[in-house]
Structure formats: structure tokens, C-alpha cells
């Protein structure tokens, strides 16, 4: 079987998968119960200044049927006493040696007060400091959170402030509520941090209540924008982090990179790990189904591990980001189609509609005598009400007219019923990159451009 142990910054854990900072570390007990599940980490709840929580803290996204595709909180961090706390991570670490035990900070910006909060996380004997740069709601009106990691410079200073103290690894969470991730990524690696970690909640309001008129969740009536995560939220996770992946200054630097956004199985799992991270972070799954999910995320990780034949972490960790570029080098000439398996086709018709309402217009609907038909026959006899056919045709795609969008395989409810097939294009292989370079008028005359697609044989119908 694939070894899933990590040496992530010097932090030894047995598997890759550590509970991030939030209420599910929120106390010596329920660390201990997620270690006694199998979890490999913790990163203890935010530790720092003095707060208070309110009640409704936690909004949802709810869609289609699926319960919390995404959860938005306006909870602030931890609101037990710093040395209640404290005391809980020295027993917890002391209680499982074996365990990746974190602790993230977030406390006022000046040297003496990050100073004193380093000095008594290390000793508690916790492997390693989380520095909360990405609270995005309550902590960054006082000046902390993101307030620190949407600002380089400051990012670096507290950074440079810690690195002169600790003694223990140091991670940097970036907020993703930036435009880029990477300024705050290379100041944190200029001022000597051992590790990165991303993302952080993302700014949102989750919902109104039509009935009510209150922002969701209503707190007494108001209501605010708060941190966003979930499964809705990991493209833009795996976007931020394979920015920085792909990033020189981050990848010259080697510093390992801990994932977060929207992990809920092992799949998502290994996307994290394919697109550079080295450790995962979990959250918002573990608040819909508890801490047994561990054993599905190692076992599932373990197996595509086996049967990709990678033995370690390490090899599978950034083996996708070779492919990660950009618009203007991908290449204009490569063609790909929509075909439909007619033995798989359940004749919904969502690929039809999808593409003659709002893509290409090349699905055709198909009667048994090979017919083109409309989807519904226009009855003036009825004031204008549509009659359904009385038979049902099949959608099926005019290739020669495809653009390949992949709008209809996305909609289509039936699993391998559409796939998209690369076709010769004819064409000599050119980037936008090659093309603006090569024939520069066709990037600010439309009468080049139109010349230019006549001359390849590009008809855009």
C-alpha cells in the first residue's frame, strides 16, 4: 500500500489530512476524539485576543436538493480563555506524540503582543504556528486577519516580527480575498516563513430571506458579510493554489504548501495534491458528517495512490501543474466535438435546449425516419400553446458545425452518455501568443481577422 505519511516543514504526521482551524478544534476533547478517529493534524482553533460570539453565527448555501454545498460563518475565533486553552493543546500534544498538533494565532499588531503569544504556544510543545492572515469578518475591523494578509507589507512585517522569536515551524495562511494571492505569498516567504497555507473563507452574504427581508444568517434582525467555504468554494481554491505553484519565486523557495477550500472526499484530496499541495486541511465536511470521514478520505486516496503507482505523497504532490498555462498558449488549432451515445440517451433533450438557447445551435432533435424536427409544434389553432411531438426524437450533434463549447456534456444528466472527441482540424498548430506576434493586425482589425479565419478555414456560424 502507498505510504500517506508527510514530513510537511519538519511536522511529521502519519497521514496527510489535518482538521483546520475552526470549531472543530475548537477544544482539547474534540481534538482528541478526531485523533482517536485517525486524523493525522490539527490546527487548533484561532487563539489570540479577547472576542465574543454571537448566536446565528453559521449561514448555509443550500441547492438542488443538497444540504450546506457551502457554509458561511460570521464566528470570530476562539472565545474559551487563552490559558484554558493552552493547557488543552499541551495535553492533547502530550497525549499523542505522534500527531500534528498546530496552533493558530491572531492576536494585535505590534511586536510585543506576537511575541508574547509565540512564546507561550511553544510552550505548550505544539508543533508548529498557524499566523491567521485570512479571518475576512469581525477580526479584520480590528486590524487583524485579513486586514494583515490583504496588505503585503504588513503580511511581512508581523511575519519578520515572529520569524525573530519562534523556535517551532511557522505557517502563513493568506486570505483569498485579494486579487492575487501571490504578493502575499512572496512577502510571507521574504520574511522567512516555513510554510504556506491557502485558503482562507471567502467574503460573501449567503442569502436574504424573501419572508423576512433579513440577511441570512439574522442576528437580531442584521446581518453581514461573512467567511464562505465548502465544496462550492474549491475551484477557487485549487485556482489560488496552483497560482502559487506555478509561481517562480514560490517554487524557487520550496516552501510547502498546506490546501484548503472545499475538500470533501478523496478526489478532492488528490486534486489539492496534484496542483502542489503537501498537506490538506478539512473543515466544512467534517462539520456536515463528523470525524469518521477520515477513514474514506486515506482509504480512497490510498487506492488511486495504488492504482496510479505512486508510493508517497511527495510523488504525487504538484504532477499536474506542468499543465497549468496560460489563454495565450493554448493552442487555437485543437478541435474537439460533442457526440451522444444514442444506447445512453434518456432523450431529456437539456443538451438541445442548452445549445440552441444559449451556445451553437448544432444539436439537431432526429425522428426514427431520420427527420430533423422541432422540439415542439406550434399550434395556432391553440392561441399560441406548444404541443408536445408524439414521438420522441433524438438529439444528435452536426459535427461539422460543433465548436466543441462542452456545454452539452456538462448538462447532460446520464454519466459517459456525451463525451468530447478530438477531431482533426486540418490547421498547423498556433498559439494566440504566436498568432498576435506572426499577423499582429488580427488582434485590432476585424477585417484581418476575418481574412485570416477564411484563409485557415475557421467558420464561425
Given at each position: 500500500m502507498a505510504d500517506l505519511t508527510i514530513n510537511f516543514a519538519g511536522i511529521k504526521s502519519p497521514n496527510p489530512?489535518?482538521?483546520?482551524?475552526?470549531?472543530?478544534?475548537?477544544?482539547?476533547?474534540?481534538?482528541?476524539?478526531?485523533?482517536?478517529y485517525g486524523w493525522g493534524g490539527a490546527v487548533w482553533k484561532t487563539i489570540g485576543a479577547p472576542v465574543l460570539n454571537v448566536s446565528n453565527r453559521y449561514g448555509a448555501w443550500h441547492y438542488g436538493g443538497q444540504k450546506m454545498l457551502a457554509i458561511n460563518n460570521v464566528e470570530l475565533i476562539s472565545d474559551r480563555p487563552?490559558?484554558?486553552?493552552?493547557q488543552e493543546i499541551r495535553d492533547v500534544k502530550r497525549n499523542w506524540p505522534d500527531r500534528a498538533v498546530i496552533?493558530?494565532?491572531?492576536?494585535e499588531s505590534t511586536p510585543e503582543a506576537w511575541r508574547e503569544i509565540i512564546l507561550q504556544i511553544e510552550d505548550t510543545g505544539a508543533d508548529g504556528i498557524e499566523l491567521n492572515y485570512g479571518c475576512p469578518h469581525g477580526m479584520s475591523e480590528r486590524g487583524m486577519g485579513a486586514a494583515v494578509g490583504q496588505v503585503p507589507e504588513y503580511c511581512e512585517q508581523i511575519t519578520r516580527w515572529v520569524m525573530e522569536v519562534a523556535r517551532i515551524p511557522v505557517i502563513v495562511k493568506l486570505t483569498p480575498n485579494v486579487a492575487s494571492v501571490v504578493p502575499p505569498a512572496r512577502a510571507a516567504i521574504a520574511a522567512g516563513a516555513n510554510a504556506l497555507s491557502l485558503i482562507n473563507t471567502i467574503n460573501s452574504i449567503v442569502a436574504v430571506d424573501l419572508d423576512t427581508l433579513e440577511i441570512t444568517p439574522s442576528i437580531g434582525g442584521k446581518g453581514g458579510h461573512g467567511g464562505y467555504a465548502g465544496p462550492a468554494v474549491k475551484p477557487i481554491a485549487l485556482n489560488m493554489l496552483s497560482s502559487l505553484g506555478v509561481d517562480e519565486v514560490v517554487?524557487?523557495?520550496?516552501?510547502?504548501?498546506?490546501?484548503?477550500?472545499?475538500?470533501?472526499?478523496?478526489?478532492d484530496a488528490a486534486e489539492f495534491l496534484l496542483l502542489g499541495a503537501s498537506n490538506l486541511q478539512v473543515?466544512?465536511?467534517?462539520?456536515?458528517?463528523?470525524?469518521r470521514i477520515i477513514e474514506d478520505l486515506c482509504d480512497g486516496l490510498n487506492g488511486w495512490m495504488d492504482a496510479r503507482g505512486f508510493q508517497t505523497i511527495d510523488e504525487v504532490v504538484g504532477k499536474s501543474l506542468h499543465r497549468i498555462s496560460d489563454f495565450k498558449d493554448f493552442d487555437l488549432s485543437f478541435r474537439a466535438v460533442a457526440r451522444i451515445n444514442p444506447d445512453k440517451c434518456i432523450q431529456c433533450n437539456l443538451c438541445y435546449v442548452a445549445c440552441n438557447d444559449t451556445a451553437h445551435q448544432c444539436i439537431d432533435l432526429v425522428d426514427a425516419g431520420g427527420k430533423v424536427v422541432l422540439p415542439y409544434r406550434y399550434d395556432m389553432r391553440s392561441n399560441g400553446r406548444h404541443e408536445a411531438v408524439s414521438t420522441r426524437p433524438e438529439p444528435v450533434v452536426r459535427e461539422e458545425d460543433c465548436?466543441?463549447?462542452r456545454l452539452c456534456y456538462n448538462v447532460c444528466p446520464v454519466e459517459d452518455c456525451i463525451e468530447m472527441v478530438e477531431v482533426p482540424s486540418g490547421r498547423t498548430p498556433v498559439t494566440w501568443d504566436q498568432l498576435s506576434k506572426s499577423k499582429a493586425e488580427v488582434t485590432t482589425?476585424?477585417?484581418a481577422m476575418?481574412?485570416?479565419?477564411?484563409?485557415?478555414?475557421i467558420d464561425i456560424h
Open positions: 489530512f489535518w482538521l483546520a482551524s475552526a470549531p472543530p478544534t475548537n477544544s482539547g476533547a474534540q481534538v482528541h476524539r478526531a485523533f482517536e487563552l490559558e484554558v486553552n493552552l496552533v493558530s494565532a491572531m492576536v517554487r524557487k523557495s520550496g516552501l510547502p504548501i498546506s490546501g484548503m477550500g472545499g475538500i470533501s472526499t478523496w478526489k473543515c466544512t465536511a467534517v462539520m456536515h458528517y463528523g470525524f465548436v466543441g463549447c482589425d476585424w477585417e476575418k481574412r485570416y479565419r477564411d484563409e485557415v478555414g
